[in-house]
């Protein structure tokens, strides 16, 4: 069974810090690119970040959050992380883990529950 489970989120001061983590199930991440979500309220799910299932270290940023987050992978794990620097009050959103798995022709995107950043004083 696939399933995504994050942990992390919280309350941060702005010019803080969090990291998120998103542990795997039922599939192995190595092979598959991974990525992050986040949605705040009233707003659009919006893209964050993008790590490839290759060993490359080329990773993708939405413009908001670049020098600002990290999203690495530890295979061994089977988890996911993003890492939040400089944290301001607009990054406050439910954050997303998310996935595309080849377990139908047409391919499935599977999401974690989600966990809540809020970054205020």
């Known amino acids: 069974q696939v399933q995504l489970v994050e942990s992390g989120g919280g309350l941060a001061q702005p010019g803080g810090s969090l990291r998120l983590s998103c542990t795997a199930s039922g599939f192995t991440i190595s092979r598959y690119a991974m990525n992050w979500y986040r949605q705040a309220p009233g707003k659009n799910r919006e893209f964050v970040a993008s790590i490839p299932s290759s060993i490359s270290r080329v990773t993708k940023y939405a413009d908001s959050v670049k020098g600002r987050f990290t999203i690495s992978r530890d295979n061994a794990k089977n988890t996911i992380y993003l890492q939040m620097n400089s944290l301001k009050p607009e990054d406050t959103a439910m954050y997303y883990c998310?996935?595309?798995?080849?377990?139908?022709?047409?391919?499935?995107?599977?999401w974690g529950q989600g966990t809540q950043v809020t970054v205020s004083s």
């Open positions: 998310h996935t595309v798995l080849d377990t139908s022709d047409y391919g499935d995107a599977y």
